[in-house]
């Protein structure tokens, strides 16, 4: 479905304030996160509390996606953004607090965590819904090659920076950090007015939002071409969340390697996403985005097939496959989100958005379990050929698909009005 026009051609003088309050705060939250797994490692040494930290921070976006979709669609999303932002700085300020008198508990980190989540389960559909309508329509892609730019770079940078922040600074201040980087993000969404979708009928107040969450459901289902993409981003989570979670045991049982060398091929992976979403924001992807998605999906999965494959004796062959299987998912990853973008009705982006990421991510967990046994028998290097041998399959089935290559041309409804300017 076409989207309403941004109100000005000056886009970028509006969006980057905002791109680059948000990337602030991205930074902010990695260095308090770092900072608190590591405490959880230093006080407790205990592989079950790292796990259920791990869950507390999944599990909003897992079971409150959905509703959380179909409030961002209710709701101004500038405000969700900025209260979502405020409400985490908030939580920081409470751990720096604890901290810095020593009194902070094991429950406390917990909650704290698993509410940030769900604020976070908030932001992420309200920045990306926001991004559609400020952002025209040519230029989604170069901004989503930004987007994963971003998370290269974050994923690079923020774990040695913690750590040097860590040996210069008590916790407390790196909660601080965290704090003022948050109220950064908010700054500039005091003074830009992010464009309002229409509100249709079932998002009306007499509607329930379990009537809007419905509503949703019956869009993505009546929809083949996304329900086939829900379908592959299920499926690519179900095999790859489980094979980066073995690249310690492939490194240690199938390459013979130690710490340095899980350091090598876990920044290969994410220098390669830095590199690929450099080019993806310079070059744009091809004409098509679902070709331009397709291809980068073939060409990762060649990557994570020959990063199984490889032999012992050959890892640094292993590191140029992760890096190259990195920059394509960055290729893949980008266009597709601007699809998504692109054609979702800008008033149903909220609840597709957090519906596509509740599943996707539900299938980690799922895939953890059937992936820890197999490892254990055949082998870590198995998942990686498997995962990518499903992702070219994949790939290429969808280049076949007349369905999923003109999901671009697909509308499900008519084109809304002229956006209403957020207040």
């Known amino acids: ?49 790292l796990a259920v930290a791990a869950l507390v921070g999944i599990l909003p976006g897992v079971v409150l996606g959905p509703v959380a979709g179909a409030l961002v669609d209710r709701w101004n999303r500038r405000r969700v953004m900025m209260a979502a932002d405020g409400l985490s700085a908030l939580l920081a300020a409470l751990l720096a607090y604890l901290f810095w008198r020593g009194t902070v508990e094991l429950w406390q980190i917990y909650a704290i965590m698993f509410a940030r989540s769900v604020f976070g389960t908030f932001h992420f559909p309200a920045m990306q819904a926001s991004t559609s309508l400020m952002v025209p329509q040519e230029q989604l892609a170069r901004v989503a090659g930004l987007n994963q730019m971003l998370q290269g770079a974050m994923n690079i940078v923020a774990p040695p920076l913690s750590a040097l922040l860590l040996v210069a600074l008590p916790l407390h201040a790196l909660m601080a950090i965290d704090v003022v980087t948050a109220a950064l993000a908010i700054v500039p969404m005091l003074f830009v007015l992010i464009p309002q979708p229409p509100r249709p009928a079932e998002t009306s107040a007499a509607g329930s939002v379990l009537q809007d969450v419905r509503a949703g459901l ?47 091929l876990s920044s290969s992976w994410w220098v390669g996403i830095l590199a690929g979403g450099v080019a993806l924001s310079t070059w744009g992807g091809f004409r098509s985005r679902m070709l331009t998605a397709l291809t980068a999906l073939i060409a990762m999965g060649a990557g994570l097939l020959f990063t199984g494959l490889v032999p012992p004796q050959a890892f640094w062959a292993g590191v140029g496959a992760l890096f190259f299987a990195g920059a394509m998912n960055s290729l893949c990853n980008g266009p597709m989100f601007a699809l998504l973008q692109a054609v979702v009705a800008p008033e149903m982006q909220g609840r597709v958005f957090t519906l596509i990421g509740s599943l996707s991510s539900l299938m980690v967990p799922i895939g953890l379990g059937v992936a820890g046994p197999l490892s254990d028998l055949l082998g870590p290097q198995l998942w990686f050929a498997v995962g990518g041998a499903a992702c070219v399959l994949m790939g290429a089935a969808g280049l076949l698909s007349p369905t999923i290559m003109g999901i671009e041309r697909h509308a499900l409804a008519t084109t809304p009005a002229a956006a209403e300017p957020a207040s």
Do not use: C, D, K
Request: hydrophobic share 55%; no cysteine.
């Open 1 to 49: 479905m076409q989207q309403p026009e941004p109100r000005t051609a000056r886009w970028a003088l509006t969006f980057f304030p905002i791109w680059t309050g948000q990337a602030l705060s991205l930074l902010g939250s990695q260095i308090a996160q770092f900072a608190i797994i590591w405490w959880l490692t230093q006080s407790t040494g205990s592989g079950t509390v």
């Open 218 to 264: 019956r869009y993505v289902r009546a929809w083949p071409g996304m329900l086939a993409l829900l379908g592959m981003a299920m499926v690519i989570n179900f095999l790859l969340g489980p094979a980066f979670s073995l690249l310690p045991l492939l490194v240690t049982r199938h390459f013979g390697g130690a710490a340095l060398e899980l350091s090598w």
